[in-house]
Nanobody
Framework: QAPLVESGGGLVQPGGSLRLSCAASFSIFNFYHMDWYRQTPGKERELVAA???????NYADSVKGRFTISRDNAKNTMYLQMNSLKPEDTAVYFCNARPVMASMPHYWGRGTQVTVSS
């Protein structure tokens, strides 16, 4: 089983909303800082939002006020609520798990496609 599995992507019209989920199969989820990244063809992967083990959050300027990152440690799951979506939000969205200790493994999901188009 893949350590991180994203879901919730799809096609949505501009102004619409989507909620992405990232389910972790490893048991010490609360020892990982979690991130959402996105990537479009020909561009580098960019950080969209991050949530620390203690719940502190950070966002890219391009999504502030529109996206909300959250986590449920009891369910080993992270979420990204995306509102007021724009065509420029179209990308493959990846979740990333950064361990609190360097000796622990680092995980990436395989991504979920989000397309914002009329």
């Amino acid at each position: 089983q893949a350590p991180l599995v994203e879901s919730g992507g799809g096609l949505v019209q501009p102004g619409g909303s989507l909620r992405l989920s990232c389910a972790a199969s490893f048991s010490i989820f609360n020892f990982y800082h979690m991130d959402w990244y996105r990537q479009t063809p020909g561009k580098e992967r960019e950080l969209v939002a991050a949530i620390a083990t203690g719940g502190q959050t950070n966002y890219a300027d391009s999504v502030k006020g529109r996206f909300t990152i959250s986590r449920d440690n009891a369910k080993n799951t992270m979420y990204l609520q995306m509102n007021s979506l724009k065509p420029e939000d179209t990308a493959v969205y990846f979740c990333n798990a950064r361990p609190v200790m360097a000796s622990m493994p680092h995980y990436w999901g395989r991504g979920t496609q989000v397309t914002v188009s009329s």
